[in-house]
């Protein structure tokens, strides 16, 4: 069978997605015929904006040329595009991953085709929790979804429509039939040591770029964990973990050490990576054996490497020997600056204290790494947001990320909004880097975004500046031409890159508030 696997991406957003690769390598194992879709490079789908420029201009990232990327960005119709390769392939399956955000592209694409299309699956995360309110939302342009890991029931899928069998007792799947809905129980998680090794072969050689430390890296990401130890309320491992444990499974695995291995000389000798970027959510999830059998693995390479951790895992002993075997950057989520708010609504019990403690440690060793912050969750109010503030101005980083809360589906955080009445609950999230879609009364939406322009100031410049900041966190012409002045001093005075003067400016960080 010809399968066609469909990527809906907005543009910038340049990390490959190693699930695309993971089913490339399944389907072909199996005598499919296989073929890509990946919208990154088009440039006027969705809002038209550059996900890592955004960044670069709101001082998150370092400037970078982007000018190897640009040769390849697309200023055709990308509905007219996917029709035409439909048309040309002919594919027996379409199979469409998508992240929430991502879905309504997806489904701008499908819209494109004729009646008489494939058959179309959809997988994913947004898959996996809101499997209904997908096949509801397409109206009929989606004919099966597949939730929970695809790896078995994607080829096994394909073997049945291939052979004209009913596909019903597909593991995962959810499909309309006559006026019912069938929701078959999640397939057990896969054993990654089993799985092969990727093909990314489809993609064009632009996606195999990635900004990092203010240029172009050919970057590819190897997996070394799936599913995270953690229960943040933001994110959806708390579902995965509960779904798995209903099912009989684990979630949270590791791949071994040999594994990793074998994959990493894989995108190095196939695709010519000159640096890696770790796939996992808490890199430093390893037990100190492990770790430690890691390094040892890792020194046979000493490529450049990007990770990212939790403050509370950082030690000066396992840092400096990552530093040893090549590492580049971290990137440590914080999220919010006031400890109580952190543990009541976030599910994080770490302090200030340890988060600043430990984050002494990169600098002290000379390892560049950013900090990751979200505003606007629900119950949050301006006041709270300045507590991440100050919290950051005490934390030597030097890439600064602030969020708006996207409240997806699957997320214990988005079940709260739903009960607060902040979203309706059929309603389909945006992007990380758009505006935020909760407008609550004690912070609005307005508020929301104009902190989040102008956080890096706030964290960077002095305070007898806030006031100035302040007014350029208005949308008014006046208020922008201000932000960009304000921005292009705040990089030139204040922001410290890695190959920059590592002198600390900023000042002590203030106590939290208390909620």
């Known amino acids: 069978m010809k399968i066609l696997l469909v990527y809906p991406n907005l543009m910038g957003m340049n990390t490959l997605p190693p699930a695309m690769g993971l089913f490339t390598s399944i389907l072909k194992a199996a005598g499919h015929q296989v073929a890509l879709f990946d919208t990154t490079s088009h440039a006027g789908l969705g809002t038209g904006f550059d996900s890592d420029k955004l960044k670069e201009q709101n001082l998150n990232a370092r400037p970078y040329d982007d000018s190897l990327l640009r040769r390849y960005d697309r200023h055709s119709s990308a509905e007219e595009d996917f029709a035409r390769q439909v048309r040309e392939f002919g594919p027996g399956l ?121 240029q172009l890296r050919r970057m590819l990401p190897v997996e070394t964990f799936r599913g995270c130890p953690y229960t943040c309320a933001y994110c959806n491992s708390p579902s995965q973990m509960a779904a798995q444990r209903h099912e009989g499974g684990g979630f949270f695995r590791m791949k071994s050490i040999a594994k990793v291995r074998e994959e990493i000389a894989h995108v190095v000798r196939t695709y010519r990576a000159d640096s890696l970027y770790f796939w996992a959510d808490t890199f430093l999830a390893y037990n100190d054996r492990d770790f430690d059998a890691f390094c040892e693995m890792y020194s046979e390479f000493k490529l450049p490497f990007w990770m990212q951790t939790r403050p509370e895992t950082v030690t000066e002993e396992k840092f400096r020997r990552l530093r ?39 600098r002290k060793l000379g390892i560049p790494f950013s900090v990751n912050n ?6 949050e109010t301006r006041a709270l947001a300045f507590d991440t503030v100050e919290l950051n101005r005490g934390i030597p980083s030097d890439g600064i990320n602030a969020y708006s809360y996207t409240p997806f589906h699957g997320t214990p955080l988005r079940e709260a909004a739903e009960r607060l009445g902040l979203i309706h609950p059929d309603a389909v999230v945006r992007s990380l880097t758009q505006p935020t879609v909760l407008d609550m009364p004690q912070f609005p939406a307005a508020q929301i975004e104009g902190l989040r322009r ?59 508030r208390a909620v």
Not at 186 to 202: F, I, K
Not at 342 to 351: A, F, I, Q, W
């Open 94 to 214: 379409i199979a469409v991953s998508a992240t929430e955000d991502m879905f309504p592209i997806a489904l701008q694409l499908l819209g494109a085709l004729p009646k008489d299309r494939p058959p179309v699956v959809l997988g994913g995360v947004f898959a996996t929790f809101a499997p209904e309110l997908a096949l509801r939302l397409s109206e009929g342009r989606i004919d099966y979804v597949l939730s929970g890991e695809g790896e078995e029931a994607l080829p096994e899928l394909a073997r049945c429509l291939e052979r004209g069998t009913d596909v019903a007792s597909v593991a995962g799947l959810s499909m309309r039939r006559g006026s019912g809905l069938i929701r078959n129980p999640l397939p057990r998680p896969v054993h990654t040591d089993s799985l092969p090794l990727p093909d990314y072969g489809l993609f064009e050689d632009a996606r195999f770029y990635r900004p990092m430390q203010g």
């Open 324 to 362: 040893d075997v090549g590492l580049l950057r971290v990137s440590f989520g914080i999220e919010h600056g006031n400890e109580e708010f952190r543990v009541k609504h976030l599910r994080r019990r770490v302090s200030n204290a340890q988060i600043l403690e430990r984050l002494s440690i990169p």
């Open 374 to 379: 979200i505003i606007g969750f629900p119950e």
């Open 454 to 512: 102008c956080f890096v100031l706030y964290v960077k410049m002095p305070k007898e500046r806030w006031p100035e900041i302040e007014r350029a966190e208005r949308r008014t012409p006046e208020a922008d031409a201000l932000w960009s002045r304000l921005r292009d001093e705040c990089n030139d005075r204040y922001m410290r890159y890695g190959d920059r003067a590592q002198e600390d400016d900023a000042p002590p960080p203030a106590a939290g």
